[in-house]
């Protein structure tokens, strides 16, 4: 005896269901089938009735029209032997085709055409007699009977048809009634049969039918929890991506107007702002000094250099507090380009603010007033500004101290090397004294004099020594002071890990959940969905890790994870991944594989998947709709310039192609571009990524 699951059982049920109805519908339909079959023939009975009467009746109608013009002499009463003479015929073969299928029928309606035309003759023969030898003659031929017995004939024939197709309306009406009787008991019974199963399975799925419930209930909380998450998730990752790009742009900057322009560069980029500038403050003059712009033009010296409370800028470092300015005269602000001119609306003073000092002051025009997260992203970039600010004056400050020590150490090996000289003039003196102690007079007060420079030389040397050892002490001052603006930089991207893992953990658990889709309420597409949530959270969560490991950030190496990978396997991740943005914003998006490409391939998945979804994210981006996408993974060409040693050793390097209908960047920029991949050193078959 063999256990079926829940499932099984369900499904076992409901197939017994459906037999139990199949076989109830086929019976039903040929009872169905009969019971049209025997009313066709209860109607087609009516008919042949109806008709062989009609007969009679336009036989005698006709019959009636020739005795009243015999009688009378009056045409009008030809009238009715007129319309129906010929109209009889009519029947009669409608009649002859109606029993067709029965040869008694048949016979009879054959001897009644027999008939009907004889009485037909003697009906014209009575006229012609009528016109051509009176009215008394055709009188006579009337009451002679002339045509009676056809007449006659012609109604028993009527009376037998009539009398057959009334017995076999009485046979097919007994069968109607056999068959319809047989109809109800059949769907009664299978009713009946039908009801039971399903009461038993509704006994059945009852007993799970809460669990059920519940379990819907719980998904749809899930479901609206995960859409919440959704929209946290992409704020959250737009404001990772920004702080990031921040980051980026300012590392290893060593002056401070080259970072003040990146810094300005980068903001008004990534926040579309049409203009922006940033000005420095400087603590011996106490004013803030232009560092950086963005898209501004026609600046006079007078508006390079402001002191604190000194116009707005001046009164937003007094204040350190943001400024947002949207009245102000249409000519006030205007940005131009190779096609047309535009104004702000809405003009921003965000203060940059360092241990409760404003160090400087950032000012940006938008087209429309800039929502909470943009703020919410400002004043997390202005304390990671602040940071590189005072780390890259630290290190200003750093550097000019090394310089002035390494001078000092070398004027100090000077004054070393005359002491060592003068002791030696010293020895040598000494040794004459000891041979000639008149020259030992003589030379006493050349020896008094050479120690009073002496110790001149000495304090001197303890001078510069104290000196040096003050510069040691401020260059380990300026040094905490780094290591303290580390610190704060490192517990800002801890604090920032745990707020991005947190929700992110809970997507992943919720998109597992979802494709796994144990309850199986969710369709092929929307587990499709779920899978692509997953791989976008995991390589989200991949992303944030590599961001907050410190020591990889600051040595600039990542370590890579080398595996043969499969390139079916990246193409099918990033078509899962893009197929539906490629779709929302109506975009051809197309990945091809060259035939001569090798079926696998010796990378780091992550990082090259990581690269190449970088590319395709800027694709998607610049791409207007009804655009084209095509990113194609083939072999390098012979002829293929690399700038890397590893992958021009390499046998065979693995190419990924993408075409899209941007402009693209000049080839001078082209090195500059690849060199932001030169930390993903890694072994001879590392593939590389090309964008068009």
Not at 36 to 55: G, K, L, M, P
Not at 449 to 473: P, W
Request: overall charge negative; some cysteine; proline content about 3%.
């Amino acid at each position: 005896m063999f256990k079926l699951s829940f499932k099984q059982q369900v499904f076992t049920g409901f197939a017994i269901s459906l037999i139990f109805v199949l076989l109830s519908a086929i019976t039903s339909f040929l009872s169905v089938k009969n019971l049209q079959q025997d009313a066709t023939w209860q109607s087609h009975t009516h008919q042949v009735i109806n008709t062989a009467e009609r007969i009679n009746l336009e036989l005698s109608n006709a019959e009636s029209g020739v005795r009243g013009y015999a009688l009378t002499g009056v045409p009008k009463y030809l009238n009715p032997y007129h319309n129906n003479s010929n109209l009889v015929l009519i029947t009669l073969r409608e009649l002859k085709q109606l029993v067709d299928d029965n040869p008694n029928q048949t016979r009879r309606v054959d001897s009644m055409e027999t008939l009907i035309l004889l009485k037909l003759n003697i009906m014209k023969e009575t006229l012609l007699i009528q016109n051509t030898s009176g009215q008394e003659a055709a009188r006579k031929q009337i009451f002679a009977g002339s045509g009676k017995e056809a007449m006659d004939k012609v109604q028993r024939l009527s009376h037998e048809i009539v009398s057959t197709e009334k017995q076999l309306l009485i046979e097919r009406t007994l069968a109607t009634n056999k068959a319809s009787t047989r109809t109800i008991i059949t769907v009664v019974g299978s009713s009946v049969i039908i009801f039971g199963l399903i009461l038993f399975l509704f006994s059945y799925i009852r007993r799970t039918f809460n669990e059920q419930k519940n379990t819907e209930i719980q998904i749809r909380k899930n479901n609206r929890r995960l859409s919440q998450l959704s929209e946290e998730n992409k704020e959250k990752n737009w404001l990772l991506s920004g702080v990031a790009n921040i980051n980026e742009v300012m590392r290893g900057v060593e002056n401070m107007e080259i970072l003040a322009t990146r810094a300005v560069t980068e903001i008004c980029n990534f926040l579309q702002a049409p203009v922006g500038l940033i000005f420095l403050t400087d603590p011996h003059q106490k004013q803030l000094n232009l560092a950086g712009s963005y898209a501004y033009e026609g600046m006079t010296p007078e508006q390079k250099h402001y002191r604190f409370g000194e116009g707005l800028i001046g009164q937003a470092a007094l204040e350190k507090q943001e400024k947002l300015i949207s009245n102000f005269p249409a000519d006030y602000l205007t940005v131009k380009s190779g096609l047309g001119s535009n104004s702000p609306q809405c003009i921003g003073l965000y203060p940059i603010i360092y241990k409760n000092n404003t160090i400087a002051v950032l000012e940006l025009g938008f087209l429309q007033t800039p929502n909470e997260v943009t703020r919410l992203y400002l004043t997390t970039i202005s304390e990671i500004i602040a940071i590189a600010l005072k780390s890259t004056e630290g290190q200003i400050e750093q550097q000019y101290l090394f310089d002035q020590l390494q001078i000092q150490t070398a004027e100090l090996q000077t004054q070393q090397e005359e002491l060592q000289t003068t002791n030696d003039e010293l020895i040598y003196k000494t040794d004459q004294l000891e041979a000639s102690e008149e020259e030992l007079r003589v030379q006493q007060e050349e020896l008094r004099q050479s120690n009073a420079e002496l110790e001149e030389k000495a304090e001197q040397l303890a001078e510069r020594n104290e000196f040096i050892t003050q510069a040691r002490e401020a260059m380990s001052i300026k040094a905490e002071e780094l290591a303290l603006s580390s610190k704060y930089k490192s517990e800002f991207l801890a604090n920032m890990s745990h707020e991005l893992r947190t929700p992110l953990n809970s997507i992943l658990i919720l998109a597992r959940i979802l494709k796994e889709n144990k309850p199986l309420n969710l369709n092929d597409e929307q587990v499709k969905y779920a899978g692509v949530i997953q791989n976008a959270g995991n390589d989200l969560l991949n992303l944030i890790n590599d961001i907050l490991d410190l020591s990889k950030i600051e040595s600039g190496k990542i370590d890579l994870d080398i595996e043969s990978v499969s390139t079916e396997e990246i193409k099918q991740h990033l078509d899962a991944l893009f197929a539906e943005v490629a779709t929302s914003k109506d975009i051809e998006f197309r990945t091809l594989i060259a035939a001569d490409t090798p079926k696998r391939l010796v990378t780091d998945l992550v990082r090259t998947e990581q690269i190449i979804k970088n590319l395709l994210s800027n694709a998607f981006k610049f791409t207007p709709a009804f655009g084209k996408i095509k990113l194609q993974i083939k072999l390098a060409g012979d002829n293929q310039r690399f700038y890397n040693s590893n992958l021009a050793e390499a046998a065979q390097v693995i190419a990924s192609r993408l075409q899209t209908p941007g402009s693209g960047f000049r080839k001078i920029n082209k090195n500059l571009f690849l060199k932001l991949f030169s930390r993903l050193m890694g072994p001879p078959a590392e593939p590389t990524a090309a964008q068009d």
